[in-house]
């Protein structure tokens, strides 16, 4: 099941808004056959693990065993199911890490594969499996994309100045923020953010893809020689004006401005199918996901730099710190809300 795992996480985010799922087929204690959802829209995991099985060993799979990260499909979406494809096979056992929460499967398949006869073994690693296709649980279970906050802070609490851009996580921290920019569907930024720091928002350190860029521009004041308008990634502006503007790869979205702006937003990404989001900035969108509880995790590096004034940084809940690690002359701590909030 680790294996699956690890296949699964090799989606690094083409398989959105499918969750990411890994299958390993095993005859007399040896892998003969594995595969992940590599992308959405393309074979699932168990179709790319049965194919990778040689045709010499095909016959195996009637007394082999599957391993699934999640529970397999029960329904026709882009492709057919994979339960029926496990019985054409006659595979006689499978092991399943998570059930499906979406309400297409949700046991279905398990309950099929009993009825013909197959063994069944679920909650293997379950935790682990749930933590693996947590952004799709989210979607599915809260009807909301999965929310992860990010910033970087001075040793005293601050996460920058007033009037200019000040660098704080170093080079490592920097790479890996971008391996996170890959792994997820989009990237948010404030009016102010964008306007002091003219960010990229893209992916330049890692390999992989870039996210879709986000920008909150409620009164469109923004310059558009900013790299936000560079049309180099598909980006969208949410506003509550009428624009006119037309600019390559960039749609202006109109939106409420109101005390319930994160929810407007959360559901507008949700109903396109936007798997999850990652928050960048500044401290006003940050502070206000956390005080309206939508969000599920919060990625912080802090220096040891001492800045004496500027932008405070947004204060999470002490009892959400799930981790700490060293990155050289950064520390990086994982915090997870536990009772995240849900659109529904």
């Given at each position: 099941m680790?294996?699956?795992?690890v296949?699964?996480?090799?989606?690094?985010?083409?398989?959105?808004p499918?969750?990411?799922?890994?299958?390993?087929?095993?005859?007399?204690?040896?892998i003969?056959?594995?595969?992940?959802?590599k992308?959405?829209?393309?074979?699932?995991?168990?179709?790319n693990?049965?194919?990778?099985?040689?045709?010499s060993?095909?016959?195996?799979?009637?007394?082999?065993?599957?391993?699934?990260?999640?529970?397999?499909?029960?329904h026709?979406?882009?492709?057919?199911?994979?339960?029926?494809?496990?019985?054409?096979?006659?595979?006689?056992?499978?092991?399943?890490?998570?059930?499906?929460?979406?309400a297409?499967v949700?046991?279905?398949?398990?309950?099929?594969?009993?009825?013909?006869?197959?063994?069944?073994v679920?909650?293997?690693?379950?935790?682990?499996?749930?933590g693996?296709a947590?952004?799709?649980?989210?979607?599915?279970?809260?009807?909301?994309?999965?929310?992860?906050?990010?910033?970087?802070?001075?040793?005293?609490?601050?996460?920058?100045?007033?009037?200019?851009?000040?660098?704080?996580?170093?080079?490592?921290?920097?790479?890996?923020?971008?391996?996170?920019?890959?792994?997820?569907?989009?990237?948010?930024?404030?009016?102010?953010?964008?306007?002091?720091?003219?960010?990229?928002?893209?992916?330049?350190?890692?390999?992989?893809r870039?996210?879709?860029?986000?920008?909150?521009?409620?009164?469109?004041?923004?310059?558009?020689?900013?790299?936000?308008?560079?049309?180099?990634?598909?980006?969208?502006?949410?506003?509550?004006?009428?624009?006119?503007?037309?600019?390559?790869?960039?749609?202006?979205v109109?939106?409420?401005?109101?005390?319930?702006?994160?929810?407007?937003?959360?559901?507008?990404?949700?109903?396109?199918?936007?798997?999850?989001?990652?928050?960048e900035?500044?401290?006003?969108l940050?502070?206000?996901?956390?005080?309206?509880?939508?969000?599920d995790?919060?990625?912080?590096?802090?220096?040891?730099?001492?800045?004496?004034?500027?932008?405070?940084?947004?204060?999470?809940?002490?009892?959400?710190?799930?981790?700490?690690?060293?990155?050289?002359?950064?520390?990086l701590?994982?915090?997870i809300?536990?009772?995240?909030?849900?659109?529904s």
């Amino acid at each position: 099941m680790k294996r699956c795992f690890v296949l699964a996480n090799r989606a690094g985010g083409y398989n959105a808004p499918n969750p990411r799922v890994g299958a390993v087929v095993v005859y007399n204690n040896t892998i003969i056959g594995e595969g992940y959802h590599k992308q959405y829209g393309e074979a699932h995991a168990e179709v790319n693990a049965i194919n990778s099985v040689p045709d010499s060993q095909k016959s195996l799979l009637s007394s082999s065993v599957i391993y699934v990260s999640l529970e397999p499909c029960f329904h026709t979406g882009k492709t057919p199911p994979c339960v029926d494809l496990i019985l054409k096979h006659k595979i006689p056992r499978v092991v399943i890490s998570s059930v499906d929460p979406f309400a297409e499967v949700a046991g279905k398949s398990i309950r099929k594969l009993k009825d013909k006869g197959v063994e069944v073994v679920s909650g293997v690693l379950e935790k682990e499996g749930l933590g693996l296709a947590r952004r799709f649980f989210t979607n599915v279970q809260r009807n909301r994309p999965y929310v992860l906050l990010k910033f970087a802070q001075s040793k005293d609490g601050f996460i920058g100045s007033t009037d200019k851009e000040i660098a704080i996580s170093n080079p490592i921290s920097n790479r890996l923020v971008h391996k996170w920019r890959s792994e997820e569907s989009a990237i948010i930024v404030g009016t102010n953010t964008a306007a002091l720091d003219n960010p990229r928002l893209n992916n330049r350190l890692y390999f992989g893809r870039n996210p879709l860029r986000l920008v909150l521009d409620r009164n469109l004041r923004l310059p558009k020689q900013l790299h936000l308008f560079d049309g180099n990634t598909e980006t969208l502006v949410f506003t509550e004006k009428n624009n006119s503007d037309s600019l390559p790869n960039v749609r202006f979205v109109h939106l409420k401005f109101d005390d319930y702006l994160i929810q407007h937003l959360l559901r507008y990404l949700h109903e396109n199918k936007i798997q999850s989001l990652l928050v960048e900035g500044g401290r006003q969108l940050l502070q206000s996901f956390i005080d309206s509880n939508l969000w599920d995790e919060a990625r912080v590096f802090s220096s040891t730099t001492f800045l004496n004034k500027g932008v405070e940084a947004p204060v999470l809940p002490a009892n959400s710190l799930k981790s700490s690690q060293q990155l050289a002359d950064n520390t990086l701590d994982v915090f997870i809300n536990q009772n995240a909030g849900s659109l529904s």
